[in-house]
Each structure stands twice: as C-alpha cells, then as structure tokens.
C-alpha cells in the first residue's frame, strides 16, 4: 500500500512525485557530469556526453528520428512549436494564414494562438462534441486554405477524452498543414511511435509520469523548421539557448523508460484500476461522469482519468472547489477539473465549450491515479466523496 499521502494523492493529470530510481538517477549525474555541456574542458564534455545519451534514450523509447529540443517543460514547448513554426510559414506580408486550435486546449496553446493572433494570424476554434471530442467533419472544412497550421491536444486534462489523432494527422497531411500536437498528458499513458503518428511537432514534459519539473521536450519531424523564441548560445541546435539541464535529462529519460517499462509489463492495470474505481462511485447519488465513458470506448479516455459533474439531493450543481477543499480534510487531493483553466466563477471553459450550462460547468472535478496506487488505496473514496456531497450546498440560482 502506498505512504498515506501518496495513498490519497489523486491529482496526477496536475503533477506526480519523483519516482525513487528517477531521483537516484539525477543525483548520480549531478555529482558526476555538473559542469556545463557546452565548456570544452573534461568536466564540460562529460555533461555533454551525459546530455547526448539522455537525449538518443528518449529519442529510442519515443520512436523520435528527428530533432529532439529540451526545453523547461510543456509551456515552453507549446509556444517554440506555434511561434517558430509561425516564423517560417508567413512572413507578414499578403493574406493573413489561419491557425487552428480545438475549444478545449490548454491555457498554454491558447496563449500561444493568442499571439500568432496579434502577428496577424487569423485563429479558429474546432468544436468538440458532448464528450469533448474534436468534430472531424469541422476540423476537414476548416483545414483548406487559408489555414497553415494546426495545434490540437491529444489527451484533455479535465475530462480525459483522446482525441482521434490518426485520423487528424491524415487530414493534416492531405490538406499540407503543419500540426503540432500537446501530448502532456498522453506522455506516460500510452506508449508511441511519433515517427509513426505522421503529426509534426509533439510537446511533452516529464512531471506527469514521476520524473523532474523543469523540463519538457519538443519533439519535430525532420525538416521542420523553428525561430526560436529567443537568443543566446544556440544550444539545442540552434532553437533553445541557455545552459541545458543535464540532471533533469537524465531524470526525464529515466521516468520515460520506467513507465514504458510498467506499460509493456501490465498495459491494461491502470485502466482497470480506475474502471474499478469508476464502477464503486456512480453507485453513489449525484455523481455522474462526464467525457467518455471508457466501459463503451476504451480508447476514447486516458487510461487514469475519471472526472465526474457533481450534484445534491435536490439534483441542484454543487460547486466543484467546495469538493475538492473538503475531501482535502479527509486527506484527499483532487481537483475542479483543470486549475489553469477555471474561470473566478469556477465555471469550466472545457464544460462550457463541450455544451454544458454555467452551474453545471462549475460542478466538475476530476481523480487521476498514479501508477502507486492500488485497489485498497481506494476503498473509501466513494464513501468519502458521498459524504462530502451530503455536506457540501449547491450554488444559489
């Protein structure tokens, strides 16, 4: 059984604790290869050899054949890929090129196309269905020109859904149009192949699946080319300067192949832990799920996701926060969905864009497990959760 924190710990779409061979692993390299990669010296070419093998680990269990750019994580990672793809698809003169992102992105890809918005760029939302999945047929109309480029989320953080990304990256590729994909929360939960996806650039970063905040990857296809954000010393070749993180690289490649690792020996223990999970808390009043539901499509959710919209005796929403603050003091952490993405209100944008109404789209929350936990860990939520429920009131219409 997993240390009475980790036990209750059930916000891992958040973040996750540094697994114990990944924080062994960074302490040996940071007393080992702590100088500067790019120093010519003995200790500086031992960080680099260090990076370098970090680097082709990761590009070996991530199917990577072409350009792999440490970055300080999944933010980062987002606006290199938007902008400096941007950078070399138009150059501000003629009609505006148009980007597309779907309604239920992260804050981060939002922001991004925010600013491609004030470069001229024209952006459009692909809708999402009321499992918050992409409309392909509306993603097909609005691929032909002027669009240039595409930024989709392939696994939502707040109701789990999976987009179709084989089907998206067919389209992308008859259309010509660059796509990048934010697969955060993907990393850690499903292996792949990127050279196989046919997608172009891929955003990553290692704190979802045990390994060091700090650091993301940005992963491209050969050919593709970036501006990079700023200047420097023209590290990772020439699109990410700044003195590399040689100890989180390493930590990153050692949480990658220790989840590999525990996907190819059990790939269905997640899944079915949480289907187990799932099965025990919409026994209980006022808990319904929303997203897709994983006993009729399996594929179409993260494997260790489960969010859920929250209601009283009177069938009134409950507010979600009120939720999460009180399953805090049963020793549970969750949360209201996405924390980054809630509105002062508590009102989703994600629920909001998949067709929800106001009160409903404050009433979500969201369990995420770890690969720590085990069925007894989570015998008592239901109760927990039931309890909080009865105590909890609903917001005043």
Same mark, same amino acid.
């Given at each position: 059984?997993?240390?009475?924190?980790?036990?209750?710990?059930?916000?891992?779409?958040?973040?996750?604790?540094?697994?114990?061979?990944?924080?062994? +692993?960074?302490?040996?390299?940071?007393?080992?290869?702590?100088?500067?990669?790019?120093?010519?010296?003995?200790?500086?070419?031992?960080?680099?050899?260090?990076?370098?093998?970090?680097?082709?680990?990761?590009?070996?269990?991530?199917?990577?054949?072409?350009?792999?750019?440490?970055?300080?994580?999944?933010?980062?990672?987002?606006?290199?890929?938007?902008?400096? +793809?941007?950078?070399?698809?138009?150059d501000g003169t003629g009609s505006a090129?148009?980007c597309l992102i779907s309604a239920v992105?992260?804050?981060?890809?939002?922001?991004?196309?925010?600013?491609?918005?004030?470069?001229?760029?024209?952006?459009?939302?692909?809708?999402?269905?009321?499992?918050?999945?992409?409309?392909?047929?509306?993603?097909?109309?609005?691929?032909?020109?002027?669009?240039?480029?595409?930024?989709?989320?392939?696994?939502?953080?707040?109701?789990?859904?999976?987009?179709?990304?084989?089907?998206?990256?067919?389209?992308?590729?008859?259309?010509?149009?660059?796509?990048?994909?934010?697969?955060?929360?993907?990393?850690?939960?499903?292996?792949?192949?990127?050279?196989?996806?046919?997608?172009?650039?891929?955003?990553?970063?290692?704190?979802?699946?045990?390994?060091?905040?700090?650091?993301?990857?940005?992963?491209?296809?050969?050919?593709?080319?970036?501006?990079?954000?700023?200047?420097?010393?023209?590290?990772?070749?020439?699109?990410?300067?700044?003195?590399?993180?040689?100890?989180?690289?390493?930590?990153?490649?050692?949480?990658?192949?220790?989840?590999?690792?525990?996907?190819?020996?059990?790939?269905?223990?997640?899944?079915?832990?949480?289907?187990?999970?799932?099965?025990?808390?919409?026994?209980?009043?006022?808990?319904?799920?929303?997203?897709?539901?994983?006993?009729?499509?399996?594929?179409?959710?993260?494997?260790?996701?489960?969010?859920?919209?929250?209601?009283?005796?009177?069938?009134?929403?409950?507010?979600?926060?009120?939720?999460?603050?009180?399953?805090?003091?049963?020793?549970?952490?969750?949360?209201?969905?996405?924390?980054?993405?809630?509105?002062?209100?508590?009102?989703?944008?994600?629920?909001?864009?998949?067709?929800?109404?106001?009160?409903?789209?404050?009433?979500?929350?969201?369990?995420?497990?770890?690969?720590?936990?085990?069925?007894?860990?989570?015998?008592?939520?239901?109760?927990?959760?039931?309890?909080?429920?009865?105590?909890?009131?609903?917001?005043?219409?």
């Amino acid at each position: 059984m997993a240390s009475a924190t980790l036990q209750g710990y059930l916000d891992c779409s958040a973040t996750t604790p540094l697994a114990p061979e990944v924080a062994s +692993a960074m302490a040996a390299v940071q007393a080992s290869a702590w100088a500067n990669p790019s120093s010519l010296h003995g200790p500086g070419l031992a960080a680099a050899e260090t990076l370098e093998r970090s680097r082709q680990r990761l590009a070996e269990a991530l199917g990577c054949s072409g350009q792999l750019c440490f970055t300080s994580g999944g933010t980062e990672s987002i606006h290199l890929a938007l902008l400096g +793809a941007a950078a070399h698809l138009w150059d501000g003169t003629g009609s505006a090129p148009r980007c597309l992102i779907s309604a239920v992105e992260h804050p981060a890809t939002t922001a991004a196309a925010e600013r491609l918005g004030d470069l001229g760029w024209q952006i459009s939302r692909v809708p999402v269905n009321r499992e918050g999945l992409l409309e392909l047929d509306q993603l097909e109309t609005l691929l032909k020109p002027p669009t240039r480029l595409v930024s989709l989320i392939w696994g939502q953080s707040e109701v789990g859904s999976l987009m179709p990304l084989a089907a998206i990256a067919q389209r992308c590729q008859q259309a010509g149009v660059l796509l990048h994909v934010d697969a955060v929360q993907v990393l850690g939960q499903l292996p792949f192949d990127f050279d196989a996806l046919g997608v172009d650039l891929m955003s990553l970063a290692a704190h979802k699946l045990r390994g060091p905040r700090g650091i993301g990857l940005l992963l491209a296809r050969a050919g593709v080319r970036l501006k990079p954000l700023f200047g420097g010393g023209g590290q990772e070749g020439g699109w990410r300067s700044g003195t590399e993180p040689v100890a989180l690289a390493a930590g990153f490649a050692e949480a990658v192949e220790r989840r590999l690792a525990l996907l190819e020996a059990a790939p269905r223990a997640m899944a079915g832990l949480r289907d187990g999970l799932l099965t025990s808390l919409l026994e209980q009043p006022g808990l319904a799920l929303v997203g897709p539901d994983p006993r009729r499509s399996p594929s179409d959710r993260l494997p260790h996701h489960i969010s859920l919209l929250v209601s009283g005796q009177d069938g009134r929403p409950l507010p979600g926060r009120a939720l999460v603050k009180q399953l805090s003091k049963e020793g549970y952490a969750i949360s209201s969905g996405s924390a980054c993405q809630s509105h002062g209100d508590g009102r989703s944008p994600v629920l909001s864009a998949m067709g929800y109404d106001p009160l409903t789209a404050a009433s979500g929350i969201r369990i995420t497990l770890g690969d720590w936990h085990r069925p007894d860990d989570l015998l008592a939520l239901p109760e927990v959760l039931s309890r909080a429920i009865r105590v909890s009131r609903p917001e005043l219409r």
